[in-house]
């Protein structure tokens, strides 16, 4: 078996197209357009191309995306005090914090000081509430990817033994939780499970393998079951190049579907950015659209 390539690009096209289609409308009403602001900590080369991609994105969407960098030697309070201020901005629909940030900042107490309905990772402790009782559109941007991807395939997940491994706060737990609201059965795999030498067992069995750990090569085509669907996340350069998780050419012998990397869960993320962006948006000019419109 040859798996079909999921391609992330395409993918992340055909949803850039409604998001889109949507803001056109609010634009045709007279609305401003939604309006992003990622804050950056100091200015790592690396970390500003992925800041310039996003912003490619934004705009090609139709959303003003700002990038605020901060100089490095911000503290906790300064941080929280700035993150305070974009949250009484009304011009700003949506606040992002750029990662990673310095070791002297604590992230998620940053976090969860950004406003609830500005929360375009949704990751603010509010949001998290709300998506384990499935009362919010602002989802964490990768485990909406890969249930996107998922969703591509059409294959129903219910009842379907997944196994996920990594157990991480911005993408194994909120996506098992995605993952159980389609009454899927979901297995968490993490460190333990590898030193307790089950982790090949649970690969075995799994119906769509979803690999988020940040290893390469971790995961050996010959481990996975026939006809599952592979999803990885991992981002790792090696020989200068970028892998993920999974041995892509053996995985993609035994799988029915796989994501490749680069190429694959990364460009769906970043619409899902902008997704968020739009719900975030809505969210905050529900009221003043529904005026308009009487
Ligand atoms: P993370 O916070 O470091 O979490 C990694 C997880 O893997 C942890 O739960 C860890 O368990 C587990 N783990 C480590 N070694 C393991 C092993 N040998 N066997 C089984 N589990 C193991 O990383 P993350 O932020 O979730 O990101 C994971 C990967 O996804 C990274 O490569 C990252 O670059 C990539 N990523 C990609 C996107 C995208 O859009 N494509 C977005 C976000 C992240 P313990 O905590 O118990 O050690």
């Not at 033994?161 to 991480?168: F, K, T, Y």
Request: with cysteine.
């Amino acid at each position: 078996m040859t798996a079909k390539v999921l391609d992330g690009r395409k993918l992340a096209f055909n949803v850039s197209k409604d998001l889109k289609k949507e803001i056109a409308v609010f634009k045709k009403r007279g609305a401003n357009v939604p309006r992003m602001v990622n804050v950056m900590i100091g200015d790592d080369e690396g970390t500003c191309s992925y800041a310039k991609s996003q912003k490619k994105v934004a705009r090609d969407i139709g959303i003003e995306y700002n990038l605020k960098v901060v100089s490095a030697e911000i503290n906790q309070s300064e941080f929280i005090s700035l993150i305070k201020e974009m949250n009484a901005d009304t011009k700003v629909n949506g606040i992002l914090i750029h990662k990673p940030v310095p070791e002297h900042i604590d992230y998620a107490e940053a976090a969860s000081y950004v406003s609830p309905s500005k929360d375009l990772e949704g990751i603010n402790p509010v949001n998290i509430g709300k998506m384990m009782m499935g009362r919010t559109p602002i989802i964490p941007c990768t485990p909406a990817s890969v249930m996107q991807h998922l969703k591509s395939t059409g294959v129903d997940l219910r009842g379907k033994e997944v196994v996920l491994i990594g157990h991480s706060t911005i993408v194994g737990r909120p996506l098992s939780m995605l993952l159980l609201d389609q009454l899927a059965t979901v297995t968490i795999c993490h460190i333990a499970t590898s030193q307790a030498g089950k982790l090949i067992d649970h690969i075995r069995r799994a119906d769509v393998l979803i690999v988020a750990v940040g290893k390469a090569s971790l995961i050996k085509g010959e481990w996975i079951k026939p006809g599952a669907i592979v999803i990885d996340v991992g981002i790792n350069r090696q020989d200068n190049k970028i892998v993920g998780d999974v041995e892509y050419e053996s995985a993609s012998q035994k799988a029915s579907y796989i994501t490749p990397v680069p190429g694959g869960v990364g460009p769906v993320t970043v619409v899902m950015l902008m997704r968020n962006a739009l719900e975030a948006y809505k969210i905050q000019n529900e009221s003043i659209m529904k005026a308009k419109d009487q």
